[in-house]
């Protein structure tokens, strides 16, 4: 390995041709390796961390797939491997960097194997430097903002066969049209917008996704069309703060303003979108959600902490009462709507009695599902340098009460669904026994069924005759 190259960052008028032009060039040379020797050159992209960046997996998927590399199935067999990393939590680090390990291994088998890192984690300084110095088998790295460079970032590592590195420290311009591959023909995410303003004290994602900014609504409608016109039948509305979109555009609109028009999109069946702050949640949202018939009654709607002391040490800017008259509104408004919440156990300062506060919530709001964290300590947070971290046996412990709190709730609400006819979209064969399919009812939860796997993509009707805290059981109908 050689020394790296920081190549300049010039954007010029119509950058997405540029990188069409580089993804031929790598495609012809491609083409050429087919032809010589009868394989086509294989990718794998393994992904980290939330739906935002298993998103731009799927963007990178796609400009792999138009540089004619196809899809490896494991690390061995692929000849450039793309790891999009995450940093929200530390132990999502740890993983990266484990893995990275065994890579170098790979790459001393086969010194052609290219590896890139990109995302969240290569957005910080210490990261870059420990990867650079201790990490020297990688050869690409890129960031949060320029994702869609990839292909010129190939370009120059196999020109130059050095270290290509190219961060950016905020975004430049939003970049459509780019290529993607989904996962599912019928189902499909959509960023409506990227980055965060809210800097809630613990989180890192402000400042490795930069700041608020939204995409146009005509753009978003078209992509719509464009997916539901491939045979896209549900559309995942993705953004950190979904319920502030638009507040950045020339032309005002509200989230809402743009649910009613994505609703209007003929073909389309459903609509979810994540993820809601509780601040900014809108009467005229939960009007758009109850009478937009595409949109899914089911809402996450991250609570975080119970306490009204520890919100304001999160910078969340709602208080206890604030959390609990939303949801109350939210599931009088939306009956049998499916709430579901991400709470965090052990931020700094967090008492006994701040904790007895967020299990009151989960009594009180009956999730249908919850994501729970340990607090976990990112440099350059306001919360890393706060007094009184509490420690990892006291976390540790309210962690696994609050597991013994939420259980009994979400495995009643799942019963709850006992006995009825549900529709469910037809997602996948199961994982653990392939004689089974899963899919999805309009609340969100797993439903296991017999079927035949030419129902994928399908929806069809489902009588659940057993229910688990985590998945249901059915019969179709
Ligand atoms: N520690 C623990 N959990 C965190 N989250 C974000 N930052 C942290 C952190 N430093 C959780 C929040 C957020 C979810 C995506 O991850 O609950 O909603
Ligand atoms: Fe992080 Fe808060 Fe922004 Fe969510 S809203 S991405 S938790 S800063």
């Keep these: 390995m050689t020394e790296e190259k920081n190549i300049n960052i010039n954007i010029p008028e119509d950058e997405l041709m540029k990188q069409k032009n580089y993804m031929d060039r790598i495609r012809a040379m491609n083409d050429e390796h087919f032809a010589r020797t009868g394989k086509r050159k294989k990718h794998l992209t393994v992904t980290f961390g939330c739906q935002m960046n298993a998103h731009d997996s799927e963007k990178l998927e796609g400009m792999l797939e138009q540089i004619g590399y196809m899809k490896a199935e494991e690390e061995e067999k692929a000849d450039f491997i793309i790891y999009n990393t995450c940093c929200v939590r530390e132990n999502a680090e740890q993983k990266v960097y484990g893995k990275l390990g065994y890579l170098k291994h790979l790459k001393d088998k086969n010194e052609d194997l290219i590896i890139a890192m990109c995302g969240c984690m290569m957005q910080q300084e210490e990261v870059l430097n ?178 009204t002391k520890i919100l304001k040490a999160m910078n969340r800017k709602y208080t206890k009462e604030q959390y609990l008259d939303l949801a109350k509104k939210i599931q009088r408004e939306i009956p049998n709507i499916a709430l579901t919440t991400d709470i965090i156990v052990g931020f700094p300062g967090e008492t006994e009695e701040d904790f007895e506060d967020t299990l009151d919530i989960v009594r009180q709001v009956q999730f249908s599902g919850a994501y729970t964290f340990i607090y976990s300590k990112r440099t350059g947070t306001p919360a890393a340098v706060m007094e009184e971290q509490v420690p990892e046996e006291v976390s540790s412990r309210r962690f696994n009460k609050l597991q013994e709190v939420l259980r009994p709730i979400i495995t009643e609400k799942s019963q709850a669904l006992h006995g009825k006819t549900l529709e469910i979209l037809v997602e996948d064969v199961s994982k653990n026994d392939e004689k089974l399919l899963t899919g999805r009812t309009e609340s969100g939860h797993l439903v296991h069924f017999e079927g035949d796997s030419s129902l994928i993509g399908e929806f069809i009707n489902v009588e659940i005759t057993e229910a688990k805290t985590y998945y249901l059981i059915g019969q179709r109908v």
């Design 130 to 307: 420990t990867i650079r110095t201790k990490y020297k088998h990688v050869d690409i790295i890129f960031g949060t903002f320029n994702l869609y460079k990839m292909p010129e970032l190939l370009q120059t590592y196999l020109e130059t066969k050095r270290t290509v590195i190219d961060i950016w420290k905020e975004h430049k311009e939003i970049v459509e049209d780019l290529p993607s591959i989904r996962k599912h023909k019928f189902k499909a995410s959509v960023n409506i917008m990227y980055g965060c303003n809210n800097f809630c004290t613990y989180c890192i994602v402000p400042y490795v996704r930069g700041r608020e900014r939204s995409r146009k609504p005509e753009d978003i409608l078209k992509e719509i069309e464009d997916l539901v016109a491939d045979g896209v039948k549900e559309i995942m509305l993705l953004g950190q703060n979904v319920n502030s979109y638009g507040k950045t555009l020339e032309d005002k609109v509200t989230f809402a303003q743009l649910l009613r028009k994505v609703n209007e999109i003929e073909g389309l069946k459903r609509i979810r979108f994540m993820t809601s702050h509780p601040k900014d949640l809108s009467d005229e949202l939960i009007e758009a959600m109850r009478d937009c018939d595409k949109v899914c009654k089911s809402l996450h709607l991250p609570f975080q902490a119970g306490s």
